[in-house]
Nanobody, 117 residues
Framework: VQLMESGGGLVQPGGSLRLSCSAS????????MNWVRQAPGKEREWVAS???????FYSDSVKGRFTVSRDDAKRTLYLQMDSLKTEDSGMYYC????????????WGPGTQVTVSS
């Protein structure tokens, strides 16, 4: 399994970023995909998911501001993040399992999102 996140950066509050996750090593279109994030000193938390039918689910903290999507042909997962807040800062990861089910070796490097004025 290889998961490679990209698209992070430094953005001002209220700004937008689009994250991407390129996946390989498993049958992408058969998996429910997740975005998770980890702020410094905190545990990883679930942010959003999209199932194989392209139905999306969001944590209360990002609902209405983030949009998850997937392109099965490209084996790529996306996260459009709008109206960003300082509390959205952290390392963002994609995952093809629930957080507690991911093996340590399955995690990608993540992509850093910093929301700051």
């Amino acid at each position: 399994v290889q998961l490679m996140e990209s698209g992070g950066g430094l953005v001002q509050p209220g700004g937008s970023l689009r994250l991407s996750c390129s996946a390989s090593g498993f049958i992408f279109d058969m998996y429910h995909m997740n975005w998770v994030r980890q702020a410094p000193g905190k545990e990883r938390e679930w942010v959003a998911s999209i199932n194989t039918g392209h139905r999306a689910f969001y944590s209360d903290s990002v609902k209405g501001r983030f949009t998850v999507s997937r392109d099965d042909a490209k084996r790529t997962l996306y996260l459009q993040m709008d109206s960003l807040k300082t509390e959205d800062s952290g390392m963002y990861y994609c995952a093809h399992r629930r957080i507690e089910k991911m093996a340590p070796s399955e995690w990608g490097p993540g992509t850093q999102v910093t929301v700051s004025s």
